[in-house]
């Protein structure tokens, strides 16, 4: 990693960026989770200079603890402001079979009906190790894997009830 900010910036940039989007994603449309992304890019820009003395796992799950924050500081927001929103999990952009369509939907209700902080958990789970979510949670990486295990019995047990 370069010690310049703005070379180290870009490098985190392509990096992480295509995860961080879809990490925000999984909760919010294309232009929310682009928004949030800016953020999340935003306060790497404003702490860049801490991060050169870490290494390249120490960034990544430091990026994602930001990420994580961000997409609290935004479900706060939207809580306090008494407003509505709508897990969006499907891309506007794509173009679903009928079948496809049926079982994206299944699969977001789903989802829905887990706690924010098992949603939270999965969807960290594809783009950091259990040792990296460890380290954003406060836990260690044993009690991750635990954790993520019971959150996919919970997803499984609700995807029979519509069966």
């Known amino acids: 990693m370069s010690n310049n900010p703005s070379k180290l910036f870009k490098e985190l940039w392509s990096k992480y960026h295509?995860?961080?989007?879809?990490?925000?994603?999984?909760?919010f449309s294309s232009e929310v989770a682009e928004d949030l992304c800016q953020q999340t890019y935003l306060k790497l820009w404003e702490?860049?200079?801490?991060?050169?003395s870490k290494n390249?796992?120490?960034?990544?799950?430091?990026?994602?603890?930001?990420?994580?924050?961000?997409?609290n500081d935004?479900?706060?927001?939207?809580?306090?402001?008494k407003q509505n929103f709508i897990w969006q999990e499907l891309s506007e952009s794509e173009e679903l079979t009928e079948p496809?369509?049926?079982i994206s939907l299944l699969i977001q209700k789903a989802m829905?009906?887990?706690s924010k902080e098992d949603r939270e958990l999965l969807g960290m789970a594809q783009y950091l190790t259990?040792?990296?979510m460890?380290?954003?949670?406060?836990?260690?990486?044993?009690?991750?894997?635990?954790?993520?295990?019971?959150?996919?019995?919970?997803?499984?047990?609700?995807?029979?009830?519509?069966?």
């Open 47 to 52: 702490y860049i200079e801490t991060l050169h």
């Open 134 to 163: 460890g380290e954003v949670l406060g836990i260690s990486a044993s009690a991750v894997r635990s954790r993520i295990q019971k959150a996919k019995q919970r997803l499984s047990e609700n995807l029979k009830k519509y069966d």
């Open 130 to 132: 259990s040792k990296e």
């Open 100 to 102: 496809d369509f049926e």
């Open 74 to 81: 935004y479900f706060r927001y939207k809580s306090s402001h």
């Open 56 to 71: 390249i796992f120490q960034q990544r799950a430091w990026l994602f603890t930001v990420a994580k924050n961000v997409r």
């Open 112 to 114: 829905e009906e887990l």
């Open 18 to 27: 295509k995860s961080i989007y879809r990490y925000f994603r999984r909760d």
